[in-house]
């Protein structure tokens, strides 16, 4: 114990003499956090719809009024010309394009089927769908109510059938992505300081030549990963209390309990800092060690959880993300800060979080014990 308390307290003066790493961790978990959940969010609002109303009758004008009352449209362009939707829509001036041609509102009150055409910019699939999703609900209900109102012209009483839906949303009854958003965040945060700072380290005693007298001292190969571990670790776990508060501002309800939530965050943290260590046993130098640790983190990232649901993306993805901490971090993440479970829940991710953390732990030291003691 006197050697490993030795090495971690020369650990510490070298982690805290290099005060731009010191910085880093603190940006990512607070400022990053900040910064991520204000600007990053899958809500499509705000959409700029292009007119083209060829009909000008008061029919085609409450038309436009459905979409410019929604709060999904923002902008609303109106044009003379047909072909200046093509220009609106390549230059990125417009999300969609609504086209009412003449005759539209003739053919409504005949009874005929009164046609419009919806145009759609699809260089992003997220806002094309969404928009394609907002605009069909408004055509749908438009025509329901022209409907309605041609029979009641005609003195016919129409009662169609119809399906209300009752909808009670849990966890976060405002869908405020930024709840979501700022626990991925956390997640993300100490994903990243894990693996940097833990190749970080031990690349800068190779390239200082240090790593030499580290192998001859009395430390064994797990010594010196727990005393290069202590100080990221120490730092990430404090760091992770103004997170919280950030997230709180947020509107983040941590409706479980934080203590049960600290727990998990310091297991994950430690899987964190294994896969940086074993990065660092595969780098030569610096640059070589943010190479590799960016070629694992996004991967990571993005087949997770954190970004878009697993469920999404393809079998073979779904099956390798098995494998990730980070997933089971996420998913604990999710369950105590939003949805207010526990351990009695969350025990099979716990179970796996701490599992593949032993597991990478034990190849990160059997890693550096082939390298360097061997």
């Known amino acids: 114990m006197i050697r490993l308390v030795a090495a971690i307290r020369k650990e510490f003066l070298q982690f805290l003499r290099d005060w731009l790493l010191v910085a880093l961790v603190v940006f990512i978990y607070t400022a990053d956090l900040i910064i991520c959940t204000s600007a990053l969010s899958f809500d499509v609002r705000n959409l700029k719809l292009a007119v083209y109303d060829g009909d000008r009758s008061q029919l085609s004008g409450k038309l436009v009024e459905r979409f410019t009352a929604s709060s ?50 699809g260089t992003n699939a997220n806002t094309a769908n969404a928009a394609r999703g907002y605009a069909a609900t408004i055509v749908g209900g438009f025509s329901r109510d022209m409907l309605l109102r041609h029979a009641a012209q005609h003195g016919i009483t129409v009662n169609l059938p119809s399906v209300e839906p009752e909808i009670r949303i849990w966890y976060n009854p405002q869908l405020e992505f930024a709840h979501f958003m700022a626990v991925s965040m956390i997640v993300s ?28 001292t009395p430390l064994r190969s797990h010594e010196v990963i727990i005393a290069k571990a202590a100080p990221p670790f120490t730092i990430g776990m404090f760091a992770l209390v103004p997170s919280l508060w950030i997230a709180r501002a947020f509107g983040v309800p941590l409706a479980g309990n934080l203590s049960f939530f600290i727990i998990a965050s310091a297991i994950a943290l430690s899987a964190f800092l294994a896969i940086g260590f074993f990065i660092g046993t595969l780098a030569k130098n610096l640059q070589q060690a943010l190479l590799l640790a960016f070629f694992v983190l996004f991967p990571l990232l993005f087949l997770s959880g954190t970004i878009s649901p697993i469920e999404s993306a393809p079998a073979v993805i779904q099956w390798l993300s098995l494998f990730s901490p980070v997933r089971y971090y996420m998913e604990i993440a999710l369950g105590i800060l939003l949805k207010g479970v526990g351990i009695d829940v969350l025990w099979p991710q716990l179970t796996a979080l701490s599992g593949t953390g032993l597991v990478l732990g034990a190849w990160s030291v059997a890693r550096l014990r082939k390298q360097f003691y061997m």
């Open 72 to 121: 999904y449209f923002g902008k609303l362009i109106s044009v003379a010309r047909l072909s200046e939707l093509d220009r609106l829509l390549d230059a990125s001036k417009a999300d969609l394009a609504l086209v009412i041609p003449d005759g539209f509102s003739r053919a409504a009150e005949a009874g005929r089927t009164a046609e419009v055409l919806v145009l759609l910019a």
């Open 189 to 216: 945060a100490a994903l990243m300081v894990g693996v940097i700072t833990a190749a970080a380290g031990l690349v800068r005693e190779k390239e200082s030549g240090t790593i030499e007298q580290l192998v001859v």
